[in-house]
T-cell receptor, first 111, second 111 residues
Framework: EAQVTQNPRYLITVTGKKLTVTCSQN?????MSWYRQDPGLGLRQIYY???????DKGDVPEGYKVSRKEKRNFPLILESPSPNQTSLYFC??????????FGQGTRLTVV | QKEVEQNSGPLSVPEGAIASLNCTYS??????FFWYRQYSGKSPELIMS????GDKEDGRFTAQLNKASQYVSLLIRDSQPSDSATYLC???????????FGGGTRLMVKP
């Protein structure tokens, strides 16, 4: 089954404790992205990648890192999480400028 | 700054009626347009994609694109309570994969 898989689905952590949210797709898509979704602010792009070793900042990259060492994986790293990064996070993948397929979401709470 | 604008709603329609959702975008270079449906706490799922001016129909859904006026709309015929969700408009330019989302319109279909 074609899918985008994120882990974990839910995470509660403390301020400053490094964490990684994993994302994997099995559709051989070149493009992968991370979004965060907050009430009243919609979906905002954090980082995106057009291929292996090619990443670029989206609209809200501060406080986040990504890497794309393999085509199928695109982890999101929070080196020192803060409470304002409490949000619902989505990973997505796509071919070129076609529709994006989303993962199930990761609800992150930073206390 | 590329912008995609949607009325946040809620848009309330009776069961069986036509729901009309609208979206405007600022980037004239945009080439690809998508409508996603998102239930609360779930990931967005693609409903329609449209790439050229005019109408595109798929079952009860019709997407309309007018590039000269920079708007895209979604019509839902014979609305059902199960259509109650937030509808996200997304726009993509031809180069790269900066999929920009509108803030979403919340649709409520009343039995």
């Amino acid at each position: 089954e074609a899918q985008v898989t994120q882990n974990p689905r839910y995470l509660i952590t403390v301020t400053g404790k490094k964490l990684t949210v994993t994302c994997s797709q099995n559709m051989n898509h070149e493009y992968m992205s991370w979004y965060r979704q907050d009430p009243g602010l919609g979906l905002r792009q954090i980082y995106y990648s057009m291929n292996v070793e090619v990443t670029d900042k989206g609209d809200v990259p501060e406080g986040y890192k990504v890497s794309r060492k393999e085509k199928r994986n695109f982890p999101l790293i929070l080196e020192s999480p803060s409470p304002n990064q409490t949000s619902l996070y989505f990973c997505a993948s796509s071919l070129s400028n076609t529709e994006a397929f989303f993962g199930q979401g990761t609800r992150l709470t930073v206390v | 700054q590329k912008e995609v604008e949607q009325n946040s709603g809620p848009l309330s329609v009776p069961e069986g009626a036509i729901a009309s959702l609208n979206c405007t975008y600022s980037d004239r270079g945009s080439q690809s347009f998508f409508w996603y449906r998102q239930y609360s706490g779930k990931s967005p799922e693609l409903i329609m994609s449209i790439y050229s001016n005019g109408d595109k129909e798929d079952g009860r859904f019709t997407a309309q694109l007018n590039k000269a006026s920079q708007y895209v709309s979604l019509l839902i015929r014979d609305s059902q309570p199960s259509d109650s969700a937030t509808y996200l408009c997304a726009v993509n330019e031809n180069a790269g994969n900066m999929l920009t989302f509108g803030g979403g319109t919340r649709l409520m279909v009343k039995p």
